[in-house]
């Protein structure tokens, strides 16, 4: 159909100064046969009013270092296949500032609001997108607000995203490589699917050639997901043959209403070669009010590490394979292997749960967790894995894995709301904060230390990019009012020996020196790293990352320790908490 206005040279900036465009085709587009790249294009201050199917408010091809800024622009409801902004191959550029929305009483179907193809170091900011949506049964397709195709390089930073309707996701990446989703704020009431942040890769190239044999490297990092649906996710890493480094770290989830709800899932449907890994899930806060919910779950997938989340599930009932907690799941056998679950939160108040912890799979470690259910079991064992299903727990006490009140362990702490829960009565004649038994969940799955004491924990909250603060929460409820001290270091091992067995698990490296001097702490960006727990045994820790460019891609690890001054050292030393890794964006 025809466009309202074409642009079809470089160098141009269309101010529209508030000035409206309504169309039933294309109001703004981008586009020339005879020039194949335009450069410095800029739109911006127009309202744009779309009434009719397969339209587009802003359509750019091709555009290098084009800016979409501070536009209006409204979609009629009962429409399908239309884009409020249309972006094909087009390198550096920005989409800010816009309002995208829907009038009308209806809902879009197979509609895209941002949608892009092939782009490559596009920055979208500060958007903001509501929009109904319903699915679209003869096509097979949802709605999604962004959906970018086989792109490189893109930057989602503070948008705002407002969906309803069926089978909506706000953000869906689809053989996509190196993306960053930060700071972003999701709002859905969904009638029956949906997905907050979704990122899927499998190496399909028809119709566009997408990026292929590429590790991507994602960042998901302090968005928050909030979601009414029956059914979804709110976030999710799905890969077929292609491998994915994803790091998710301080993002909070509320997800409620639904039959099967997921905080974070991490899956692979390669049963051979398994490629994606290394995801690192850290200090999340996943909150679930829904049927057969799962605060984190990982399918089919090795090499995950799950350190610090704090996992809250308030279902009234559960069903299938799905804990409320943390999921280890093995479709196939020998595929879901070598997965770290570290020093997490996890409660379930569920009547039916299955168990804070699920470990289907070989070599799977659960170390230093908090598990509080209303009822038994605490780990839901497979009664037809077999050798399948081997988790590792640590038989004798092992510096390498986490330390706890005054003993390094590899223990869990479990118990249940009543108070009566196995770490909470167990025997512990030695005062070590070992149960003096060991807690059997099933064949070849067997607590040898169950704690019995809370572990302390720590977490990390906002965004870990140089020239930003970041906060340090940390709790030991068995140390209230003890002095604390919480240092940082480029390692986490081999650690610090105490000498009588204990280590601290952090490399005595500058910048853990520095940790150890108020003065030199200071010139760091640390804040308040040594002081006195609350009478809860609380205490917040504020780290201002230095704007140093060396500093991108590395990470830091924190860990605190709890003093009894009146005692000499080591003996001095009552907790210590695992080390929660910090990854500073690149």
Same mark, same amino acid.
């Not at 003065?519 to 640390?526: E, H, V």
């Given at each position: 159909?025809?466009?309202?206005?074409?642009?079809?040279?470089?160098?141009?900036?269309?101010?529209?100064?508030?000035?409206?465009?309504?169309?039933?085709?294309?109001?703004?587009?981008?586009?020339?046969?005879?020039?194949?790249?335009?450069?410095?294009?800029?739109?911006?201050?127009?309202?744009?009013?779309?009434?009719?199917?397969?339209?587009?408010?802003?359509?750019?091809?091709?555009?290098? %270092? @084009? &800016?979409?800024?501070?536009? #209006?622009?409204?979609? *009629?409801?009962?429409? !399908? =296949?239309?884009?409020?902004?249309? +972006?094909?191959?087009?390198?550096?550029?920005?989409?800010?500032?816009?309002?995208?929305?829907?009038?009308? %009483? @209806? &809902?879009?179907?197979?509609? #895209?609001?941002?949608? *892009?193809?092939?782009? !490559? =170091?596009?920055?979208?900011?500060? +958007?903001?997108?509501?929009?109904?949506?319903?699915?679209?049964?003869?096509?097979?397709?949802?709605?999604?607000?962004?959906?970018?195709?086989?792109?490189?390089?893109?930057?989602?930073?503070?948008? !705002?995203?407002?969906?309803?309707?069926?089978?909506?996701?706000?953000?869906?990446?689809?053989?996509?490589?190196?993306?960053?989703?930060?700071?972003?704020?999701?709002?859905?009431?969904?009638?029956?699917?949906?997905?907050?942040?979704?990122?899927?890769?499998?190496?399909?190239?028809?119709?566009?050639?997408?990026?292929?044999?590429?590790?991507?490297?994602?960042?998901?990092?302090?968005?928050?997901?909030?979601?009414?649906?029956?059914?979804?996710?709110?976030?999710?890493?799905?890969?077929?043959?292609?491998?994915?480094?994803?790091?998710?770290?301080?993002?909070?989830?509320?997800?409620?209403?639904?039959?099967?709800?997921?905080?974070?899932?991490?899956?692979?449907?390669?049963?051979?070669?398994?490629?994606?890994?290394?995801?690192?899930?850290?200090?999340?806060?996943?909150?679930?009010?829904?049927?057969?919910?799962?605060?984190?779950?990982?399918?089919?997938?090795?090499?995950?590490?799950?350190?610090?989340?704090?996992?809250?599930?308030?279902?009234?009932?559960?069903?299938?394979?799905?804990?409320?907690?943390?999921?280890?799941?093995?479709?196939?056998?020998?595929?879901?292997?070598?997965?770290?679950?570290?020093?997490?939160?996890?409660?379930?108040?569920?009547?039916?749960?299955?168990?804070?912890?699920?470990?289907?799979?070989?070599?799977?470690?659960?170390?230093?967790?908090?598990?509080?259910?209303?009822?038994?079991?605490?780990?839901?064992?497979?009664?037809?894995?077999?050798?399948?299903?081997?988790?590792?727990?640590?038989?004798?006490?092992?510096?390498?894995?986490?330390?706890?009140?005054?003993?390094?362990?590899?223990?869990?702490?479990?118990?249940?709301?009543?108070?009566?829960?196995?770490?909470?009565?167990?025997?512990?004649?030695?005062?070590?904060?070992?149960?003096?038994?060991?807690?059997?969940?099933?064949?070849?799955?067997?607590?040898?230390?169950?704690?019995?004491?809370?572990?302390?924990?720590?977490?990390?909250?906002?965004?870990?990019?140089?020239?930003?603060?970041?906060?340090?929460?940390?709790?030991?409820?068995?140390?209230?009012?003890?002095?604390?001290?919480?240092?940082?270091?480029?390692?986490?091992?081999?650690?610090?020996?105490?000498?009588?067995?204990?280590?601290?698990?952090?490399?005595?490296?500058?910048?853990?020196?520095?940790?150890?001097?108020?003065?030199?702490?200071?010139?760091?960006?640390?804040?308040?790293?040594?002081?006195?727990?609350?009478?809860?045994?609380?205490?917040?820790?504020?780290?201002?990352?230095?704007?140093?460019?060396?500093?991108?891609?590395?990470?830091?690890?924190?860990?605190?320790?709890?003093?009894?001054?009146?005692?000499?050292?080591?003996?001095?030393?009552?907790?210590?908490?695992?080390?929660?890794?910090?990854?500073?964006?690149?």
């Amino acid at each position: 159909p025809p466009t309202c206005l074409t642009i079809s040279t470089s160098n141009v900036s269309l101010d529209c100064q508030g000035k409206t465009i309504s169309v039933t085709n294309t109001a703004i587009a981008v586009f020339s046969l005879f020039q194949p790249v335009h450069n410095n294009i800029t739109i911006k201050n127009c309202n744009v009013v779309i009434s009719n199917n397969n339209a587009a408010g802003i359509s750019l091809s091709k555009v290098s %270092n @084009g &800016k979409v800024l501070n536009n #209006s622009i409204k979609i *009629s409801a009962n429409f !399908y =296949n239309v884009n409020a902004v249309y +972006n094909f191959n087009g390198t550096n550029d920005v989409f800010a500032d816009n309002n995208i929305f829907t009038f009308g %009483n @209806g &809902k879009l179907n197979a509609t #895209s609001l941002i949608y *892009s193809i092939m782009g !490559y =170091n596009n920055t979208y900011l500060k +958007n903001n997108l509501t929009a109904n949506f319903a699915f679209d049964e003869s096509l097979n397709e949802y709605g999604e607000a962004f959906f970018i195709e086989g792109g490189i390089a893109s930057l989602f930073d503070s948008n !705002y995203v407002n969906i309803n309707g069926n089978g909506t996701t706000a953000f869906k990446l689809y053989n996509t490589v190196n993306s960053t989703l930060k700071s972003n704020n999701i709002l859905g009431n969904l009638d029956v699917a949906g997905k907050g942040i979704y990122i899927s890769r499998n190496h399909i190239s028809p119709p566009y050639p997408y990026p292929t044999n590429l590790t991507s490297i994602d960042y998901i990092v302090s968005n928050n997901i909030t979601l009414i649906f029956a059914e979804g996710v709110g976030i999710e890493i799905f890969t077929e043959d292609e491998k994915t480094i994803s790091y998710i770290i301080g993002n909070n989830i509320n997800l409620s209403g639904g039959f099967i709800s997921l905080g974070i899932e991490v899956a692979s449907y390669d049963n051979s070669i398994n490629l994606i890994s290394e995801a690192k899930i850290v200090s999340n806060k996943i909150f679930l009010v829904s049927l057969g919910s799962s605060g984190i779950s990982i399918q089919t997938a090795k090499n995950n590490s799950i350190i610090s989340n704090l996992i809250s599930s308030n279902s009234p009932s559960n069903s299938g394979i799905y804990s409320g907690g943390i999921d280890v799941i093995d479709n196939v056998g020998l595929s879901s292997a070598k997965n770290h679950i570290i020093g997490n939160g996890i409660t379930v108040s569920s009547p039916a749960s299955l168990g804070g912890l699920t470990l289907i799979g070989v070599e799977n470690y659960a170390l230093n967790n908090f598990v509080k259910m209303i009822s038994s079991p605490y780990s839901y064992n497979e009664p037809s894995c077999g050798n399948f299903c081997i988790a590792l727990w640590n038989s004798s006490f092992n510096p390498s894995f986490s330390t706890i009140n005054g003993a390094t362990v590899g223990g869990n702490y479990y118990a249940l709301l009543n108070g009566s829960g196995f770490s909470q009565t167990c025997a512990d004649g030695n005062n070590n904060g070992i149960c003096d038994s060991s807690l059997t969940h099933g064949p070849n799955n067997t607590d040898y230390m169950p704690l019995s004491r809370v572990p302390p924990m720590i977490m990390n909250d906002g965004v870990p990019e140089i020239g930003k603060q970041i906060k340090f929460k940390l709790s030991d409820s068995g140390n209230p009012n003890k002095v604390y001290l919480m240092v940082l270091s480029f390692g986490n091992s081999p650690g610090i020996n105490l000498g009588d067995g204990r280590i601290v698990p952090v490399t005595p490296d500058a910048l853990f020196a520095y940790s150890l001097n108020p003065t030199q702490a200071a010139s760091t960006g640390l804040v308040n790293n040594i002081g006195t727990l609350d009478s809860s045994g609380s205490a917040t820790v504020i780290e201002n990352i230095p704007n140093i460019p060396a500093l991108k891609g590395q990470t830091v690890y924190a860990s605190f320790i709890t003093i009894d001054t009146a005692l000499p050292m080591p003996q001095s030393i009552k907790s210590i908490s695992h080390a929660v890794p910090v990854y500073i964006l690149p």
